[in-house]
């Protein structure tokens, strides 16, 4: 990833972070990490926002050059912040309203990839009050199988039901709205790619220490071992890095991204989870894991997103 030399280190920066979510404490990390970091780069005017409904009025009443999107989860990298920020007629980072909301949506994103011929698990809908609809579902799903919420990310309210285990849809809680994904459980390697600056830079092997990559594996020390590069033959792995690069083509993903696969055991095939437009940057997070590896520091990571924002016309 070639950088410009940077003159406009005098430019004024906001970095969105925090926010109201089940994200929040991941996005907290995520801010704090960036704003070493341009404190490092040498920026001089940043100011740290800790998103909130008066967002609007703050950012206005600041009026940055360009905001670094630190936020994860609902509203944050889902269209929304990315239409205020449109409205403000304020540059960000990241990718814009489309991609965003896009991406967000499990079902939406896994419908469009499908066209370009990247496969998903097999995978249906559940709806709040439609129990005896939902019961058909699952037994034609079958276990083991994943149930998931459609749009939070950071497996948020993920569970992993295999054959001995027991799910009673007519008591699920509903906490993450109204319609949930119940999917086929593809046991393989967990594969996640980096894409930056529309190439894809290399994909990592997760080893969770539990049954999968739930929010405990991703943000606590010690519970994940990661292999990078991935231990997969040469040609699949150049089959991963371009399956992941044309789902963020096709998506109209920008600047950054993170997709998420299972190499199949059975089938060897690969099975796309999810495209995340906004993905960590916490000590633990894989995208600056992946580019450390292919030599592009944390640093470039971010200067290069607070450039391609300020050029970004």
């Given at each position: 990833?070639?950088?410009?030399?940077?003159?406009?280190?005098?430019?004024?920066?906001?970095?969105?972070?925090?926010?109201?979510?089940?994200?929040?404490?991941?996005?907290?990390?995520?801010?704090?990490?960036?704003?070493?970091?341009?404190?490092?780069?040498?920026?001089?005017?940043?100011?740290?926002?800790?998103?909130?409904?008066?967002?609007?009025?703050?950012?206005?009443?600041?009026?940055?050059?360009?905001?670094?999107?630190?936020?994860?989860?609902?509203?944050?990298?889902?269209?929304?912040?990315?239409?205020?920020?449109?409205?403000?007629?304020?540059?960000?980072?990241?990718?814009?309203?489309?991609?965003?909301?896009?991406?967000?949506?499990?079902?939406?994103?896994?419908?469009?990839?499908?066209?370009?011929?990247?496969?998903?698990?097999?995978?249906?809908?559940?709806?709040?009050?439609?129990?005896?609809?939902?019961?058909?579902?699952?037994?034609?799903?079958?276990?083991?199988?994943?149930?998931?919420?459609?749009?939070?990310?950071?497996?948020?309210?993920?569970?992993?039901?295999?054959?001995?285990?027991?799910?009673?849809?007519?008591?699920?809680?509903?906490?993450?709205?109204?319609?949930?994904?119940?999917?086929?459980?593809?046991?393989?390697?967990?594969?996640?790619?980096?894409?930056?600056?529309?190439?894809?830079?290399?994909?990592?092997?997760?080893?969770?220490?539990?049954?999968?990559?739930?929010?405990?594996?991703?943000?606590?020390?010690?519970?994940?071992?990661?292999?990078?590069?991935?231990?997969?033959?040469?040609?699949?792995?150049?089959?991963?890095?371009?399956l992941a690069y044309r789902c963020h083509k096709e998506l109209g993903c920008d600047a950054i991204s993170r997709v998420d696969f299972i190499l199949s055991d059975k089938d060897k095939n690969f099975y796309l989870l999810e495209v995340n437009t906004q993905p960590g940057f916490t000590p633990?997070?894989?995208?600056?894991?992946?580019?450390?590896?292919?030599?592009?520091?944390?640093?470039?990571?971010?200067?290069?997103?607070?450039?391609?924002?300020?050029?970004?016309?």
């Amino acid at each position: 990833m070639k950088q410009k030399k940077n003159k406009m280190k005098n430019k004024k920066i906001a970095i969105l972070f925090g926010g109201w979510n089940s994200e929040r404490e991941v996005s907290l990390s995520s801010g704090r990490a960036v704003n070493e970091s341009l404190s490092r780069l040498g920026y001089q005017d940043v100011t740290l926002v800790d998103y909130s409904k008066n967002s609007y009025e703050e950012l206005q009443a600041l009026n940055p050059d360009v905001v670094f999107n630190a936020l994860h989860g609902k509203y944050g990298e889902d269209g929304c912040v990315q239409g205020m920020l449109d409205i403000l007629e304020i540059k960000y980072t990241h990718s814009g309203v489309l991609a965003s909301a896009l991406c967000m949506d499990k079902i939406l994103s896994r419908n469009i990839c499908s066209q370009i011929g990247v496969k998903s698990p097999e995978f249906d809908i559940l709806v709040q009050g439609q129990n005896q609809q939902n019961k058909d579902k699952i037994k034609k799903i079958g276990k083991p199988f994943v149930i998931k919420p459609n749009d939070e990310g950071s497996s948020i309210g993920v569970e992993v039901l295999l054959e001995d285990s027991d799910f009673d849809i007519d008591n699920y809680e509903w906490k993450y709205g109204s319609e949930i994904i119940i999917e086929k459980y593809v046991s393989g390697q967990e594969i996640q790619v980096a894409v930056i600056g529309n190439k894809a830079f290399g994909a990592i092997e997760i080893r969770p220490k539990k049954l999968f990559y739930d929010y405990e594996c991703k943000y606590t020390k010690g519970m994940t071992d990661y292999v990078m590069p991935a231990e997969i033959d040469s040609d699949k792995y150049k089959e991963s890095l371009d399956l992941a690069y044309r789902c963020h083509k096709e998506l109209g993903c920008d600047a950054i991204s993170r997709v998420d696969f299972i190499l199949s055991d059975k089938d060897k095939n690969f099975y796309l989870l999810e495209v995340n437009t906004q993905p960590g940057f916490t000590p633990l997070s894989l995208v600056p894991q992946i580019a450390e590896h292919v030599g592009i520091s944390f640093d470039q990571i971010v200067e290069f997103l607070i450039n391609q924002a300020i050029n970004n016309d």
